[in-house]
């Protein structure tokens, strides 16, 4: 199938400006359609979870669209972009301000990838982390196809999924974390691909790919 008879499907969750992410993929050749029901979403080719906000607010958003139960039973590619990604996690600690409250307590989320988001230890570095940062693997994978370790993406965020044996590559801001993860059909960015030039675009056009 040529990418542009793709039928991509980004996920509306309520929580995120899909603007520049439609407009990433129309510059490969694809149109994407912005949906969250549910016959559409079963029956796309590729599925993105995009996402700004808090891990409570976006979760929120998912049950009161009814979206978890479709998220977790895809079975085509689907990646996760930002906070899309830290919501295929098992849970999160940030709470509705944004801040940790320090009470230990964890948000559920869509528990597809295994580990848990964290605020991130940063030491005397700022936070949110933002800005450009680099990329390291040792993967093969057909998702970092073009993508040679060591390739710098946009970062926006103060929260991050640990490392673990999904993690496919990780970035180090203060301490390391998970910078792309898969497992099975599930693939998350912490990066903005739509702002990350041309390294970003090869990763969106590797994912049409897979």
Known sequence: MGLSKQNLVI???????LASVRMAFERLGVQPRVSRNAADIEGADKLILPGVGTAVAA????????LVPLIRAAKQPLLGFCLGMQMLAQASEETMTGEDDNSGALIDCLGIVPGKIRLMEVGDLRLPHMGWNQIEHDETHPLLRGIPSG???????SYALEVTEATLASCDYGSP???????DNFY???????????AGARLLQNFLEL
């Open 11 to 17: 996920i509306d969750t309520g929580c995120a400006n």
């Open 59 to 66: 979760m929120r958003n998912l049950n009161e669209r009814n």
């Open 151 to 157: 390739s710098y993406f946009y970062f926006v965020h």
């Open 177 to 183: 974390f998970t910078a792309i993860v898969a497992r």
């Open 188 to 198: 998350g960015a912490q990066f903005h691909p739509e702002r990350s030039g041309p």
